[in-house]
Structure formats: structure tokens, C-alpha cells
């Protein structure tokens, strides 16, 4: 038994918003997997208390980001070894090394920011998610949202010029 | 569109974020769809409730991922508005142009002579003024009536009144009567009537010793 075509995309759809956030988020696919079907289900289950006051990504992104936000603070050690090695293995030749090594740097710069700010960065760049959405997902004021991402630029820039890596 | 330097910074760093965290997801949707399987059945109502609000936000300005379109279609967005800005002034232009600085119809090449428009027009009517004016560009000869009696203006347009020209009179109605007895010609326009509004100086004066009209 599968999905009818319009339903698998819709949920594909909505798979595509939320997972690769919440696997920038906490840098693991189990967890980020896992997470994605957390968010789904209780989506599901709030699906009566949505009153479209709001877009429903934005709604499901509130749900996701709150759940890896959680997960993030009850986990405070992540394991960087499991930071996406599938991919970049696959996607560069052996001999670029070096790039390899620094886009890890760069990867390894955001999971070192505190949660809430590399939440801001992985929206706004990631997302391209404007200040106003920031802080709907987040549930806070516009100003701190832009004090926010203000702030994890910074901290962002500074990691990355202590790696040696300038954009 | 121009970008200042903290934009082009933001630019570069997001560049450099996003090429350093590619990601393929397709082996996970594929999982994920097996795994909800089990928990929501097809065709539950809820799912077909949840794809009809997606659908309706997607058909109302929002694309896949919820963006509104016109954000990410901004440009093209101001392009538009603009052009039917200018679309409508240009249009509101030409509409003003060809309907009243047109020469007038007699006019234009293999037409008649231009028109006289007897001009009778008191000072405190600056409708009256307005359309002086625009008769003026539509080619029409003016007789102003205020610097001669109308005895002598009558003279006037009847030399410059050549067969088959048009005549407007702009002015009171009683100005128009004594054109037409005078004359026995009926002219095209009666513009204004003195009715409803009060007599200037020069009606008194004209009234008082005894000048028609």
C-alpha cells in the first residue's frame, strides 16, 4: 500500500522543508530523520489547533526547530565524526583533500554555535528565511531575531577566521 | 539591483555556507515515506485536509517551501509595477493629446477653413478661460467679443466666415439669441446661460443703457 501521487508529493514536500534544517541542526541523519517524523506526527496531531493565522511551512518549521532545539539542549555533546561524510566523499575527487577539509571546518563552525544562533544562521542561509519569519519560527520579537542572527554571523565569522577560512 | 557592501558580504557567506553543506536527501524521503506508512494510512482525511491547505497556500502566492513568490520574484515584481505605471500615463497622455490638442477635423489637410469661436467670456469664469484655450489649439480663429461691441464682432466673423465654416459661441444665452437674430444663423454650441448666476458690471452697465444684450 502506497500513497496516491498527490499525497506522496505533498508529504515530500513537506519533507524537504523540514528535514535538511533539522539535520543542519543537530548535524546527525538518524536524528534528524527521527526528529522529521516527530514533527509530522505531532503536526498530525495538532492539525485541529492550526488556524491558518499563519503559513503552514512556517508552522511546521516552528514545530521542528522546537523539537530540535529541545533535543539540542537535552544532548549537549555531539559527535562530529557523524557530520555528513556520505556526501562530500561522494561528491569531490580523492586529490581535493584540502577542500574537503574545509568545507568539514565550515560545517563543524556552525554545530559549534549555541543552538538558538545556529538556528538563526541555518534559516537565514540555508532557508533564506527573512528576519520576520526568523522570529515567527522562533516564537520571539523581530529584534531579538535580528540581534540573533546579528550575533551568530559574528561568532560565525570569528570561528571561521580562527580556521583560516575567508569568504 | 544595486547591493551595498554588507550585502555582498552576506552574499559570499552564504555562498560559502551552502557549498560547504550540500546534501542529498533522497535515500531518507524514501525511508521516511516507508516509516509513515505505518503510522498514517493513505487517504486518511487528515492527509487529504493537510494537501488541500498546501495546495491552497501554493495556488494563493506561496511556493513549495511556503516562500512568498513575489519575494523571490521580486524583481520582476517592480518591473511590472512600473511598467503599468507608465503604460497607464502614457495611455492618459495620449488620450489628453488626440482628444483635445487635435487640430479640429475641418482642420486636417482637404478639410474646411478653420473655425471662429466668438468669445463673449467674462473674467470670473475660468471654465470659459479653459475652453478659449483649447479651441485655440484646435485651430479655431478667436473673436473676443469684450474688446468690441457685438455689432462689431458680428462684422468680424462675418469676414472671416467663409461657406460651410464652423461657428461656436461660447457665452450667455442671450449673447447666442442676438447672434442668431442678428445673423439668422444657427450656431453650433451654447456653452453657458446667465441662469443661476448673478450679473457682473458690464451686464448692469450694458441693461442700463439700454445695449443688447
Known sequence: ?167 | MFRNKKEKEDDGLKKLLRDAWPLDTGKERATFLQRLKLVIPPDHPGLLFLAGRIKRQTMNGYDHNGEAKWRRHGVFAFIAAWSVILLTLFLAFFAFHSYWLAPAPHNTPGGNEPGVILDNQTDDNESKTTDRYIYQFRGYKIVDSRKFTLAKATEEINKLRPMGMEIVVTGMKQVTEYFEESNGTTYHYVIYELEGRQKTESEKQNERFGVTP
Open chain 1, 1 to 167: 500500500m502506497s500513497y496516491p501521487p498527490e499525497q506522496e508529493d505533498m508529504i515530500s514536500g513537506c519533507f524537504d522543508l523540514i528535514f535538511p534544517t533539522l539535520l543542519r541542526l543537530t548535524g546527525n541523519r538518524e536524528t534528524a530523520l527521527d526528529l522529521t517524523q516527530e514533527t509530522f506526527l505531532r503536526g498530525w496531531g495538532k492539525l485541529d489547533s492550526f488556524e491558518g493565522r499563519s503559513n503552514i511551512s512556517t508552522w511546521l518549521y516552528r514545530i521542528a526547530v522546537n523539537l530540535a532545539l529541545n533535543h539540542l539542549r537535552r544532548n549537549k555533546k555531539i559527535s562530529y565524526t557523524e557530520i555528513e561524510p556520505a556526501v562530500i566523499a561522494t561528491e569531490l575527487p580523492e586529490n581535493m583533500a584540502e577542500k574537503r577539509f574545509e568545507m568539514a571546518a565550515i560545517r563543524e563552525s556552525i554545530l559549534l554555535l549555541p543552538p538558538d544562533l545556529r538556528a538563526c544562521i541555518v534559516l537565514h542561509y540555508y532557508e533564506a528565511k527573512p528576519v520576520d519569519d526568523i522570529a515567527g519560527i522562533l516564537g520571539i520579537a523581530r529584534g531579538t531575531a535580528a540581534w540573533r542572527l546579528h550575533n551568530a554571523r559574528k561568532k560565525l565569522k570569528a570561528e571561521l577566521r580562527r580556521r583560516g577560512i575567508r569568504n
